[in-house]
C-alpha cells in the first residue's frame, strides 16, 4: 500500500499517498466528473472549478449527497472544498499534489471533523486506495468498497 503516513488530531485527519502517476493524472481523477465516479462517487450537480459548488452521490441509490464549495482550484497543484453531508456539520478536505520522478505525492488534510475523525479515516483509506487505481488506469471494481472499508476499520481498531 502506498499510505507514507498518517495522522489524526482531535478535529483533524491527514494522510499522504504515493500514486505511481503523474500529477496530472491524479488532478484528472480528483476533478473530472467520469473519473470521480471510479474512487468516490457520482457527480449529481455542479463543477469541480474555481469558484464552484457541486455534489457528490455516494451511490447507496438513496440520494445521500455531500454538498461541497471550491475555495481553491490550482491545478495540478492544490484544491479545496468544504464538505457536507445532511447529518454532519462542514468541514474542509484540502488537496496537494506533489510531483517527483516516478510518481506524486497526494497530500490529503480534512480538518473540523472533531468526533468523525475516527469514521473517516477508514472511508479516507478506501478511496484513495480506489483513485490511485483509477490513476494507474486499473480501476477497482466497486463492489469492493465495502469490504475493503470494513478492511481498514478492523486495522483502524
Do not use: K
Amino acid at each position: 500500500m502506498p499510505l507514507l503516513r498518517s495522522e489524526a488530531t482531535n478535529t483533524a485527519l491527514r494522510l499522504s499517498w504515493s500514486i505511481g502517476a503523474s500529477a496530472d493524472a491524479v488532478w484528472t481523477c480528483l476533478t473530472n466528473s467520469p473519473h470521480l465516479r471510479l474512487w468516490l462517487g457520482d457527480l449529481a450537480d455542479g463543477s469541480l472549478a474555481e469558484g464552484e459548488t457541486f455534489a457528490i452521490d455516494h451511490g447507496d441509490g438513496d440520494g445521500y449527497q455531500c454538498c461541497s464549495a471550491v475555495e481553491l482550484y490550482d491545478a495540478p497543484r492544490a484544491l479545496t472544498y468544504s464538505w457536507t453531508f445532511p447529518d454532519e456539520h462542514r468541514t474542509l478536505v484540502a488537496w496537494t499534489l506533489t510531483p517527483r520522478s516516478s510518481d506524486t505525492v497526494l497530500d490529503l488534510n480534512h480538518t473540523g471533523l472533531d468526533e468523525l475523525v475516527r469514521s473517516y479515516f477508514s472511508g479516507w483509506m478506501t478511496h484513495l486506495t480506489f483513485l490511485e487505481g483509477a490513476a494507474v488506469d486499473a480501476p477497482i471494481p466497486s463492489q469492493m468498497f465495502w469490504p475493503l472499508h470494513d478492511t481498514f476499520a478492523r486495522l483502524n481498531g
